[in-house]
């Protein structure tokens, strides 16, 4: 794309490119470097499409104009280079969210625009739409293509890391054994694979990663066969998946060495505390606290300060926690309900612990979590 | 390179406690440095700064085969804010682009729009 300049035509060359390579590679061998050789041939048919019509010829004239030299010595890593410039472009903050998310799914996960819809209960119409929008914007506004330089790298790296962590919860969020959720979960994880390898220096990359890994980690003890909810501390963690929790403890150990904390890393640090521990009865709720209070520092939200407020609850007890609980205003927010239910119910306040688990149920969203809710509600007589 | 438009949004509500005469001047000045700094650069093709949108007049065809005219006072959008002033700019890409619009938000305070020119580009 940054030889051809269009979105449209050089995802289309590309595609064309690796239909070639599943024809020629298995009856000709692999080339000596496949990750050039896409590049090229994507670049070649693409020159071949652009002959072909009056439109292409002239942007050939203009592209000749700009780039009078065109590159023709082999290229070493322009597979990932590539890569990485498109997850910048998808992911500019001129883009609305929804499209950053939207295009990243297209053209780097390479779901369909009907899966991509699906993804996010839109019609597809509705997300065909949206992606020609954001396209046309990117062409007619020149959005780069290209890493940004270091000066403005952290800026337009956290729109990147925030579309990432968006996927993968757009896929927890979908509950158990559902198809376009694990995608989802499977897509984010093999982006932030893709960025940490890409950005090894940038400490919130891996973080991310380590985070994405050690919450994928715990999914196997999150639902029963039938589907319903797990709580974190009726979980057999034998279920846990211990290759994924080393992987992300060794990321979540090279950070802390680092020492240049940030969101992703703090909250990747607070998994690991997590799956550190044989049950929630041997947990550093201490550690974990105090990594709340860091994440508070870093980031002042009131879904932080109830997820702190829960560890607060088994280090000082329910009420002191239920205390601080009903300072937050996040009335509309399920997890806040079902929080206060389980404090009130551990006071002994069973009526009320009952009221707030059905208005729980009523805002969640997940079938297994509602299916959780309404029966803590029944068994408390709400 | 492509040119955007980059223009100037002012409204009642951005003003806040009108600025002292130093604070204009002060302004004015940062402002003219940087056009300095935009024409050196090549990037400034045309700015301006308009007077206030009451003072706009609306023309629009009439009559049963358009050839009269209707002429109306003030400006032609009904709204609280209005383009205050505006530049017209080359710039390789967008976040050449937006780089200059910072620069210009951060002397004015005033909310900038970047929209690029259809078909300029090259």
Known sequence: ?382 | MAHYLLSVHTGPGSAGEPPTAEQMQDTMHRMSRLEDELKSSGAWLFSGRLAEADTATVVRGAGPDGTDVLTTDGPYLESKEHIGGFYVIAADDLDAALGWAAKVTAIIGAPIEVRPFAGLST
């Open chain 1, 1 to 382: 794309m940054r030889v051809l300049g269009d979105i449209d035509l050089a995802e289309d060359a590309v595609q064309e490119a690796f239909a070639t390579a599943l024809r020629r590679w298995p009856v000709e061998g692999l080339p000596a470097n496949p990750g050039g050789w896409i590049t090229t041939t994507a670049r070649n048919r693409a020159i071949d499409r652009l002959r072909r019509d009056a439109r292409g010829q002239e942007l050939l004239r203009e592209m000749g104009a700009l780039n009078p030299n065109p590159p023709d010595e082999p290229e070493v890593h322009p597979v990932t280079d590539d890569r990485l410039r498109l997850v910048f472009t998808c992911c500019h903050p001129a883009l609305s969210t929804e499209a950053r998310v939207a295009l990243t799914l297209r053209l780097l996960g390479g779901l369909s625009t009907a899966e991509v819809a699906r993804a996010f209960l839109v019609p597809e119409p509705t997300m065909a739409q949206r992606l020609v929008r954001a396209k046309r914007k990117i062409k007619a506004a020149r959005i780069p293509y290209r890493i940004p330089a270091d000066h403005e790298l952290a800026g337009r790296l956290r729109p990147v890391l925030a579309v990432i962590y968006l996927v993968y919860n757009a896929g927890a969020d979908r509950g158990p054994r559902d198809d376009i959720g694990t995608q989802l979960r499977h897509e984010a994880i093999r982006l932030a694979r893709l960025l940490a390898a890409l950005m090894a220096d940038e400490p919130e990359v891996a973080g991310l990663l380590a985070l994405l890994l050690l919450t994928e980690a715990r999914r196997p003890a999150r639902y029963t066969p039938d589907g319903s909810l797990v709580l974190l501390r009726e979980q057999d963690r034998r279920r846990w998946d211990r290759s994924l929790i080393e992987e992300g403890h060794a990321i979540v150990r090279a950070c802390l060495r680092r020492d240049r904390p940030g969101p992703f890393q703090v909250q990747a640090a607070i998994g690991a505390v997590h799956t550190d521990a044989g049950s929630v009865q041997t947990t550093d709720w201490g550690q974990i606290v105090a990594l709340y209070d860091h994440l508070h520092a870093l980031t002042p939200t009131p879904v932080v300060a109830l997820n702190r407020a829960i560890a607060v609850a088994e280090v000082a007890g329910p009420a002191a926690a239920l205390a601080v609980v009903d300072t937050l205003g996040l009335d509309g927010y399920h997890p806040f309900h079902a929080t206060r239910g389980d404090l009130l119910s551990r006071l002994g306040r069973h009526d009320q612990a009952g009221q707030a688990y059905q208005r729980a149920a009523a805002l969640a969203s997940n079938p297994a979590e509602r299916g959780y809710l309404t029966r803590r509600a029944r068994e408390l007589g709400g």
